[in-house]
């Protein structure tokens, strides 16, 4: 299984960026897709955004295309989410997570397993 930390979240006004980054351990890192969540107060657990074990691939939500941007870091265990043009309703705890396949495209929700702790991001109006 893989270990994942969120860092990076924050307040910061509509219009701000933040950059979260996510810190794997395990050895199966590189060959795993991964991925962002985004839980807000009330609302159920929605996809992000998605990379493939190999970088080559992403796919994002619609809510998010043209703002965020996902990109890893497989020497450095890593996995980013960029995030432009913030706006209120992007406030939410992110959570990274890893594909429970190995060296298989880009995961979906359904693929998501070993869950980090989250991190809260607010955007203020």
């Known amino acids: 299984q893989v270990q994942l930390v969120e860092s990076g979240g924050g307040l910061v006004q509509a219009g701000g960026s933040l950059r979260l980054s996510c810190a794997a351990s395990?050895?199966?890192?590189?060959?795993?897709?991964m991925g962002w969540c985004r839980q807000a107060p009330g609302k159920e657990r929605e996809f992000v955004a998605a990379?493939?074990?190999?970088?080559?691939?992403?796919y994002y939500a619609d809510s998010v295309k043209g703002r965020f941007t996902i990109s890893r870091d497989n020497a450095k265990n890593t996995v980013y989410l960029q995030m432009n043009s913030l706006k209120p309703e992007d406030t939410a705890v992110y959570y990274c997570?890893?594909?429970?396949?190995?060296?298989?495209?880009?995961?979906?929700?359904?693929?998501?397993?070993?869950w980090g702790q989250g991190t809260q991001v607010t955007v203020s109006s």
């Open positions: 997570a890893a594909d429970r396949r190995l060296r298989v495209g880009v995961p979906s929700s359904a693929d998501f397993v070993s």
């Open positions: 395990g050895h199966t890192f590189s060959s795993r897709g």
């Open positions: 990379i493939s074990w190999s970088g080559g691939s992403t």
